[in-house]
């Protein structure tokens, strides 16, 4: 190689070395906000794109799939705010309110007992059909119920205590088993609606039951009522419509795009969240009636019978229906608090 080809090598590279800087920084210009292009806007920073855009960002795809055209969804940062915040904290209020006021009405005003004491005169209330599409309901709605607020308070909750492995395994669970379960649950509350529907039409003993408030703040008193109450058929139309809703837009998430686009799927999941946490506020109270709140109400989900006595405090118009047709069994009914058998 002679010495001017080297000298005119050692020229070209230096030139180039010098004009580097100059061609990083035309890359780096800003460009002027254009239309909705991927080149036009200034996409260094999400909230300027998204104003600049004004809407939508959609591209174009050959694929018969054109939901796949687009790629941002400026609606989806409002979703996502209202989920990870105000809902979360609403949620939160709603479920731990419903229990504190449940342990307030517990030291204040105790369990409810049977005032005339247990007859030991038993009565069928529930039979075997009626008993399944309560717990069928009941167990799949627990798991739901667990399932789905892990996906919504698990990371916040269980990821300082369990670790995020443990956390991810169990949730990936979870999800499995919110899936599947939707299905007995609706098949219990499909039951439940055909089973005892009829029982749950409002009537004027409903007002004279309200007016009294169940006579649940008033001990020995008893508004009459036939197989449900007011509270409990209000409980119904809340497990059976409420929950009705819950499945439904739970299917719409489930499948998704089946049955709606992206909006309306963030709606659906907004009225699955919303509704599934009234519905759980509501179930909690009813737990704890149908359990440590009152006595004698378990039987009734348990073996199927309860005792006269506490038919007649809190379902007189149905004891005596159910006695004209000769249904009670055991010893006759007795008044006042009776000492256990020897
Ligand atoms: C897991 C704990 C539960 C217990 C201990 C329980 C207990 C009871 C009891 C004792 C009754 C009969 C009340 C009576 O004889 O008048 C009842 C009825 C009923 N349960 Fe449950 N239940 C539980 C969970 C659920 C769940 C999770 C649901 C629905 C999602 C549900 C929905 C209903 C409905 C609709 C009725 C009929 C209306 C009423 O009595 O309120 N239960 N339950």
């Known amino acids: 190689m002679n010495l001017g080809r080297v000298v005119r090598l050692l020229s070209l590279t230096l030139a180039l070395f010098l004009l580097m800087p100059a061609v990083a920084s035309f890359a780096q210009t800003p460009v002027p906000p254009g239309p909705n292009t991927l080149t036009g806007p200034d996409v260094s920073n999400d909230q300027l794109l998204l104003q600049q855009l004004q809407g939508n960002l959609h591209g174009r795809v050959s694929i018969p799939d054109q939901k796949s055209a687009m790629l941002i969804q400026p609606e989806g940062q409002d979703w996502r705010a209202l989920r990870d915040g105000t809902l979360k904290t609403v949620s939160a209020v709603v479920l731990l309110g419903m229990i504190a006021a449940l342990v307030v009405f517990y030291v204040v005003r105790g369990k ?23 717990w069928i309901t009941a167990a799949s709605f627990l798991v739901l ?30 999800k499995l088993a919110h899936n599947f379960l939707s299905f007995p649950f609706v098949l219990g509350i499909v039951l439940m609606l055909l089973i005892w529907v009829r029982h749950n039409i409002p009537n004027g003993s409903d007002i004279a039951w309200i007016k009294a408030a169940g006579g649940l703040f008033s001990k020995g008193k008893h ?76 039987d009734a989900m348990g073996s199927g019978q309860v005792d006269v006595n506490w038919a007649r405090e809190h379902h007189s118009l149905w004891l005596e229906e159910e006695l004209r047709k000769g249904k009670a069994a055991g010893k006759p009914p007795t008044v006042g608090r009776q000492l256990p058998a020897e």
């Open 112 to 134: 409810i007992r049977i005032d005339a004491g247990p007859s030991r005169r038993r009565i069928q209330r529930f039979n075997g059909m009626e008993r399944f599409a309560h």
């Open 145 to 174: 119920a667990v399932t789905g607020l892990n996906l919504v308070f698990g990371r916040w909750l269980l990821i300082p205590l369990l670790g995020p492995e443990a956390f991810a395994t169990m949730t990936v669970y979870g």
């Open 223 to 298: 508004p009459p009522a036939k197989k449900f109450n007011a509270g409990q058929k209000l409980i119904f139309w809340m497990v059976v419509a409420g929950g009705g809703v819950v499945a439904a837009s739970g299917y719409v998430l489930l499948f998704p795009f089946a049955v709606t686009d992206i909006a309306g799927m963030q709606l659906a999941h907004l009225v699955h969240a919303i509704l599934s946490v009234l519905l759980i506020a509501g179930i909690i109270s009813h737990i704890y009636i149908g359990s440590i709140g009152m006595e004698g109400a378990f």
